[in-house]
């Protein structure tokens, strides 16, 4: 086939680990499945770089990396801000504020590719926070998509709730969804910012435009399965009109998740010296961490658990992210304790999730519930102790304990006033690492839900393998029709 003849599609994620990873991850799948594609993925100077200089698996090595210019101190942010990992919380929405610079940039690269190619590219697949990216398509006549990174449940509960903030009109703890009325939502699942939020504000202005813009795009992909969550996409087709593919679980190997870094061979040569099933693993993923006497409370509860742990940990809320981690932010002399009793490991930063989770000595994922954390956890059978902080997270838990049975919550929120008590941690813990019986209850329902995450991709009747042909076919029927005209 010669280069002419090849279909051009530019993929294109927001500025966060959790959603470069699954779109990366993505790229992978399109290299595998659809060999002859060209796959561009966009984002800004240095995300492009730190891919460039991750460990890439052999399908990455063919995907066209471009950047377009960023500059953070432009917007008052740290000359180092190209994703959330790099700024602490409160920065969060200044970051999403500051990627709206992007548009000329990105339009002018789709020109770049429109002029090079003799033809625009086949098809957009841009992240649900750069929606806006619908109108650079329309310009260029190109089919547009959004590749949703979080699941379907968490991202129709987060719009619904952003859209018409329901908890402004009542004074209930607990209140419906206007869409959706069997929908009910207690004010502690609602993040800091949604909680405060009056419409006016930053986070609304940002992320109310960018939900709108939805309901302009020609398809949604969804980083999930038909069969799993049933609930969440029935819902998520009522809010939006186009057609919505799930084509989950799309899960990067674990050496192609970027940021995947080498020396961490202590971590899993430990692992391979614990029993199977045997350890927790404890992370809030790439953007969060919890308050200071919150850790206490869980490291206590860990201790008294008695089950082995790895945690990932980083400095509490309000500290410098990339700062020093302090002893007193912990129980008098926890870490050496754990250390000289074999029993727990702290690993500081940053960990290689993925390796970590496929390991057979991973019997339990202490998880604030970011959706590729579900993803990457649920694929490999290992059941979840909830710990929502943010964002769809809180609507993740929810789902997975009420409607799929595969975890229990501990706790919710990184404020000090949120409830986090070391013997419900203690009692959580032990019921689902040591046996008991509802955590005999949700390990068979975690093997049900891999066993369906499984099925989606297999070959001939997979969900997510028809979901992935239905979505190419309705991007080739609009380039023939645009043909035509
Ligand atoms: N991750 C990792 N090591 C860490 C923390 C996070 O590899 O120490 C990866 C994790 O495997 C996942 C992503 O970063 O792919 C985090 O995404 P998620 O949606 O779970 O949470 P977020 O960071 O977006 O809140």
């Not at 927001?14 to 990873?21: R, V």
């Not at 991202?155 to 009325?181: A, G, I, M, Q």
């Not at 390990?443 to 049900?448: A, D, G, I, L």
Request: proline residues 8%.
């Amino acid at each position: 086939m010669e280069a002419g003849d090849r279909q051009h599609v530019v993929l294109f994620p927001y500025m966060a680990q959790g959603h470069i990873n699954p779109f990366l991850a993505l790229a992978e799948l399109l290299r595998r499945r659809r060999p002859t594609l060209i796959v561009t993925l966009v984002s800004t100077p240095l995300n492009i770089q730190n891919i460039k200089s991750s460990p890439c698996p052999p399908s990455l090595s063919s995907i066209r990396l471009r950047s377009v210019p960023f500059s953070p101190a432009a917007h008052g942010l740290p000359p180092e801000a190209e994703t959330t990992a790099a700024i602490p919380f409160h920065q969060i929405v200044t970051l999403f504020h500051a990627s709206l610079s992007l548009q000329p940039a990105f339009e002018q690269l789709i020109e770049d590719i429109t002029q090079k190619d003799g033809r625009p590219p086949l098809c957009i697949i841009a992240d649900y926070c750069f929606a806006w990216s619908v109108h650079v398509a329309r310009r260029f006549g190109a089919f547009h998509s959004i590749f949703c990174t979080s699941g379907a449940y968490g991202t129709t509960v987060y719009s619904s709730l952003w859209t018409h903030l329901p908890h402004r009109k009542t004074n209930s703890d607990e209140f419906p969804l206007p869409e959706f009325p069997d929908t009910i939502i207690h004010r502690s699942q609602l993040p800091k910012h949604l909680l405060m939020a009056d419409g006016t504000d930053p986070w609304s202005d940002f992320l109310q435009r960018q939900i709108s813009l939805l309901s302009e795009t020609d398809a949604v992909i969804i980083n999930t399965v038909e069969e799993v969550e049933k609930t969440g996409l029935r819902m998520l087709r009522k809010l939006l009109p186009c057609p919505i593919w799930p084509v989950g679980p799309v899960v990067s190997s674990p050496s192609s998740a970027i940021a995947a870094i080498a020396g961490n061979d202590h971590i899993l040569k430990w692992l391979d010296s614990q029993p199977p099933a045997s350890v927790l693993y404890v992370s809030f993923g790439s953007q969060n961490t919890i308050a200071a006497p919150q850790m206490k409370e869980l490291a206590m509860g860990l201790e008294a658990s008695r089950t082995r742990f790895l945690w990932v940990i980083r400095p509490p809320v309000g500290f410098d992210v990339k700062g020093e981690f302090k002893p007193e932010w912990l129980p008098e002399k926890f870490e050496e304790r754990m250390r000289d009793a074999g029993t727990g490991v702290l690993v500081h930063g940053w960990a290689p999730q993925l390796e970590i989770l496929s390991h057979a000595s991973t019997g339990g994922f202490l998880s604030h519930c970011g959706w590729n954390s579900v993803l990457e956890s649920l694929s490999r059978g290992v059941p979840i102790v909830a710990w929502p902080l943010s964002g769809d997270q809180l609507y993740n838990a929810k789902m997975m304990e009420e409607e799929l049975g595969v975890c229990v919550e501990v706790a919710r929120g990184n404020m000090e006033s949120s409830r986090a008590d070391r013997v419900v941690v203690e009692k959580v813990v032990k019921e689902v690492m040591h046996g008991g019986q509802r955590g005999k209850e949700i390990r068979r329902r975690v093997e049900e839900v891999r066993g369906l995450m499984k099925e989606a991709w297999t070959e001939g009747p997979g969900s997510s393998v028809k979901g992935l042909s239905e979505f190419f076919r309705a991007a080739a029927s609009m380039r023939r029709a645009g043909m035509k005209m």
